[in-house]
């Protein structure tokens, strides 16, 4: 009876020891790593947002489209331009590249915020291209510290891990959009305040626990990532519902305030798959603290790293510019010169400027297509939700349909890629010739494709340079982005655009006055310039079938088969088994 009590108060503190043990293996671990990712991202997506806030920054500043199509370009070239973000990441732990993002979004927002707002005095253009430029420059290190980690750290199932991060970043305009109409009701020059100071607060929050975890891949890892696909389908679904009833009715804030409540509970929801996952760890660990002999287990565990550093033999490497024209096969790790002059690249780059220009006009350009073609402010903000949503499910359908692709029937990831560049050009067809409604399916056909563009054009290039200096290549592919805005946003939409405008003034009798915004209404403003972005993106998709013929034996063969091998080696080495000897095995959390 006495010892009762002891052994009360023993079992209580073991209970109190397991769920402190739980919550620190949680809090670090992979799983919650891959959570925090997600959240990351799902604010990250200002870029997206450009026809929300350019209405506002036009009118104050009295720019006309090609001006204002001008900043738009300088906000892809900043969301784009993230060499150095990824030379950063190669050689520093991934918090780095996030904290810099943090500071550049919060910096560059919030003084475009204060121009709109008129609580500074008028800058000029080249003062605000670099506001832009810097603000969107944050999401380059954004997404290196948190793509690139997710993808080293679970490379076997790379295509669905792109594809889930890409997605968040697609729903993330939509996310914002809630959470700015429950803070900031309707004045969207509030939405550029919230764009600074949320996605950079979200961002300090989490960047703690980002980081390279050794061996955590697991060979039946896929199915935890299909977990967070249903939940994020969920979320992306309420989203569409959303969107779908505020456009039908006008709702109070305090409803405002209850979907967007609703929202943030589904957008956490993937922390009950981190809570599975982890579950099943930490068993694993119980089972081996209680196994015969922990103490070498332990031993092992501790001294395995170092054990495979002192059998590694040094190997001498040729120079880097000596080998760049001598490339490994495909699927080896390139160095980034063999990367930037190899045919591959160069075909997969000039095929994505042909692509990414035409969906980026219609991103940057859709505030003003509605209001040429006789749309209502709403309607618009309803395009922009809508594209959001649809760009979540290009980047979802393409990370989970071209897996089962690819490895079902072996078709070349590069002729998904093709297909995604020859369907968008029938959403530009229905706006160069002003289909009744067609700007709602065009909004949808185009932001699909937008979406799915990016995760294959990553993928892609892990696949066939390798992992080693993926940070940096992965900087690289995105260049290609503010190339195609430039050339189809920028000289040829805007000018057209601008073209137009001016000949409809001139035919009123009317002088634009200096510093005055510059409208056009009317089917003739972007009729040319999407005629041409249509025959623009089928010759993309015919320069992408060559990279479809030079990489089809390399899709035929298993291109994750050493990721599954090392993942099977590391789970036989790491984790809680008994050899036939009934020795115990280490494990590696």
């Not at 099943?280 to 287990?297: C, V, Y």
């Not at 297909?419 to 009744?436: E, N, Q, R, S, T």
Request: net charge positive.
């Amino acid at each position: 009876m006495a010892s009762s009590k002891p052994h009360g108060v023993e079992n209580v503190g073991s209970c109190l020891r397991n769920t402190k043990g739980f919550t620190l293996q949680v809090l670090t671990g992979c799983w919650f790593m891959e959570f925090s990712s997600f959240m990351i991202m799902s604010v990250s997506g200002a870029s997206y947002m450009f026809s929300l806030y350019s209405r506002d920054i036009k009118s104050v500043l009295g720019y006309d489209q090609s001006t204002l199509n001008f900043l738009s370009f300088f906000k892809d070239l900043g969301s784009n331009i993230g060499i150095i973000s990824g030379l950063i990441n190669e050689v520093t732990p991934p918090w780095v590249v996030l904290t810099i993002g943090g500071v550049l979004n919060f910096f560059g927002y919030f003084i475009i915020w204060l121009a709109v707002a008129r609580k500074i005095a008028k800058p000029q253009v080249w003062n605000m291209c670099l506001y832009i430029f810097i603000g969107a420059n944050s999401h380059c290190s954004t997404n290196t510290g948190v793509i690139v980690t997710s993808v080293k750290n679970f490379p076997g199932t790379r295509g669905i891990v792109i594809g889930l991060l890409s997605g968040y970043l697609g729903l993330s305009a939509a996310i914002i959009t809630q959470i700015y109409y429950a803070f900031y009701g309707n004045d969207s020059k509030f939405l550029i305040l919230l764009m600074a100071w949320l996605p950079t607060a979200v961002t300090f929050v989490f960047l703690p626990v980002i980081r390279h975890h050794r061996g955590v891949q697991q060979p039946n890892d896929s199915k935890a990532f299909y977990n967070f696909l249903y939940t994020t389908l969920v979320l992306a679904g309420f989203l569409m519902v959303v969107i779908i009833l505020q456009k039908s009715f006008t709702f109070t804030k305090s409803e405002y305030y209850i979907t967007t409540s609703l929202m943030l509970l589904l957008l956490i929801l993937p922390l009950a798959v981190v809570m599975v996952e982890e579950k099943k760890i930490w068993k694993r660990k119980q089972e081996h603290i209680n196994s015969e002999n922990p103490l070498k287990a332990l031993n092992i565990t501790t001294e395995m790293p170092n054990l495979e550093k002192s059998t590694q033999a040094p190997q001498k490497q040729a120079s880097c510019w000596k080998s760049m024209f001598r490339p490994p096969s495909r699927g080896d790790d390139y160095t980034i010169l063999q990367a930037l002059f190899s045919l591959d690249m160069v075909i997969l780059f000039l095929a994505t400027i042909c692509g990414l220009g035409g969906t980026l006009t219609v991103s940057n350009n859709l505030s003003q297509i509605g209001t040429s073609l006789g749309y209502s402010a709403h309607s618009i903000t309803t395009f922009v939700s809508l594209m959001a949503i649809w760009i979540y499910m290009g980047k979802i359908v393409q990370g989970v349909v071209s897996e089962i692709i690819i490895a079902k029937f072996k078709v070349p990831r590069p002729m998904i890629f093709t297909l995604i560049l020859v369907l968008p050009c029938a959403g530009y067809l229905l706006i160069a010739f002003d289909v009744p409604n067609g700007l709602y399916a065009a909004s949808i056909i185009i932001g699909f494709c937008f979406g799915a563009n990016w995760p294959l054009l990553f993928t892609i290039i892990s696949e066939l340079f390798g992992l080693k200096f993926y940070s940096t290549l992965y900087n690289v592919g995105s260049v290609a982005s503010p190339i195609g805005s430039y050339l189809f946003s920028v000289r040829l939409a805007g000018y057209l655009y601008d073209k137009e405008a001016t000949r409809q003034m001139a035919a009123l009798g009317l002088k634009r006055r200096p510093g005055e915004e510059l409208n056009c209404n009317g089917s003739e403003c972007y009729k040319m310039a999407f005629i041409i972005i249509t025959a623009v993106s089928l010759f993309g998709a015919l320069v992408s079938l060559i990279l479809v013929l030079r990489t089809r034996e390399f899709y035929k063969g298993d291109i994750y088969k050493k990721f599954r091998e090392e993942a099977r080696t590391a789970e036989a080495e790491f984790c809680p088994t008994q050899n036939k000897n009934g020795q115990t095995a280490a494990y590696e959390g």
